[in-house]
C-alpha cells in the first residue's frame, strides 16, 4: 500500500526546532517509502492562528528543502475551512448516541477531574454524562453554551507505535469522555484530526512524543466512524539542557533566530545528528538522508539540545 504521509503544523507562532525535527522526519518517513506527503495547517483556533501565520509556516518549510505533493494553503487543507467535514462527523457520532453536551465551566471541569492520568491532561469524571433532560433545560435557559463530548468505551486500546512499540490506554480511565466541539463552536483537535487523517487516506502519522497519548483516542474514533486508522510514528521531544520541553516560548530556537543562524543544509544537518541519522552535524539537503534513513536509528529518549 502506498505510503501516505503529512505534516500538520499548527500556525500559531513560529516553527521552532521540535515542530521542524517533526516535519523533517515525517518527509524522510514518506520519502523513504516513495509514498506522497500532505502540508495540511492545522488553523482551528481563531484566536491563536492567521493567514500570515500560515504563509510563514509554508516559507519555512520550503527554506528547510522539504517539499509535499498536496496541500498548503488550498482552502481544502486549512482546517479552519473543513467545518463540513467535521460537522459531518459530528452527526455520525450523535446519531449512534455517543456525543452529549457538556456544561461544566473550565474551572467546574477541572474540578470535576479524576486525578491526573499521569500524561498530564485531566480526566473527564463524566458529569454531564449523567443529566437528565430537565437539567440539560436549566443549563440552556440559564444561557449556558455546551461543549461536546463523545462517550468513550471502559476497555483497553492499544496502538501499535513504529517506533514506541505498544502503547495501551484505558479511554475511560485514562482519558474519560473528551471534547469533540468547544463551547464557542470550535472543533476540537481530537475530532478534526481523525477526519481529517481518515479522508485525506493518510496511512503514516509522524509527530512528536507529545501526542501519543492522543493516539488510542484517535484511533478509536477513527474505527468508530468507520475508518481503518493510520500507522503512528512518534518521535522523541527536544529539551533544553534542563530537560523542559522545547516550546512556542522559546523564541532563541524558532525559526526566525534559527534562519538568522543557520544556512539551511546546516539546520538539515543538525537536525538529522539529533534524530541519529548523522555521526555529527554537517551541512546536507533532505535528500541525502533518504537512503540511510531508518526509524531503529532514531533515538526513544528526549534530546537534549541546550543552545546549539
Ligand atoms: N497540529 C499539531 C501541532 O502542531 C500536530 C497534530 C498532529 O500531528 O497530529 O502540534
Ligand atoms: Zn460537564
Redesign the pocket.
Known amino acids: 500500500m502506498e505510503v501516505v504521509g503529512?505534516?500538520?503544523?499548527?500556525p500559531s507562532g513560529r516553527m521552532h526546532l521540535g515542530?521542524l525535527l517533526?516535519a523533517l522526519l515525517a518527509w524522510l518517513d514518506a520519502r523513504s517509502a516513495g509514498g506522497r506527503l500532505i502540508l495540511r495547517v492545522?488553523d482551528l483556533d481563531p484566536d491563536r492562528c492567521d493567514q500570515n501565520k500560515a504563509a510563514q509556516l509554508v516559507d519555512d518549510l520550503r527554506w528547510l528543502g522539504l517539499d509535499w505533493d498536496e496541500g498548503e494553503l488550498e482552502p481544502d487543507y486549512c482546517q479552519s475551512r473543513r467545518g463540513r467535514y467535521y460537522e459531518a462527523a459530528f452527526q455520525k457520532l450523535r446519531e449512534m448516541g455517543l456525543v452529549y453536551p457538556c456544561y461544566c465551566t473550565r474551572a467546574e471541569r477541572l474540578a470535576a477531574s479524576a486525578p491526573h492520568s499521569g500524561e498530564g491532561e485531566p480526566v473527564y469524571s463524566g458529569r454531564c454524562a449523567r443529566l437528565t433532560a430537565e437539567e440539560r433545560l436549566a443549563f440552556e435557559r440559564a444561557g449556558r453554551r455546551p461543549a461536546w463530548r463523545v462517550r468513550v468505551p471502559d476497555e483497553n486500546l492499544s496502538v501499535d507505535d513504529g517506533h514506541f512499540g505498544l502503547y495501551t490506554q484505558n479511554l475511560k480511565r485514562d482519558c474519560g469522555d473528551f471534547i469533540v466541539r468547544r463551547s464557542d463552536g470550535v472543533w476540537a483537535?481530537q475530532l478534526a484530526?481523525t477526519v481529517d487523517?481518515a479522508l485525506m487516506g493518510v496511512t503514516h502519522?509522524v509527530?512528536?512524543r507529545?501526542?501519543l497519548p492522543?493516539a488510542p483516542r484517535q484511533a478509536w474514533l477513527c474505527r468508530t466512524l468507520g475508518f481503518e486508522p493510520p500507522e503512528y510514528f512518534h518521535l522523541p521531544l527536544l529539551t533544553d539542557k534542563a530537560g523542559r520541553r522545547l516550546s512556542k516560548r522559546d523564541r532563541d530556537l524558532d525559526m526566525g533566530a534559527l534562519r538568522a543562524r543557520y544556512a539551511p543544509g546546516e539546520l538539515t544537518g543538525l537536525l538529522a545528528w539529533y534524530a541519529g541519522l548523522l555521526p555529527e552535524p554537517k551541512s546536507v539537503e533532505p535528500k541525502d538522508l533518504v537512503p540511510g534513513f531508518s526509524w531503529a536509528k532514531v533515538p526513544k529518549n528526549d534530546i537534549a539540545v541546550g543552545c546549539p
Open positions: 503529512r505534516f500538520a503544523p499548527s515542530n517533526s492545522e483537535y484530526v487523517d502519522v509527530r512528536g507529545d501526542l492522543s
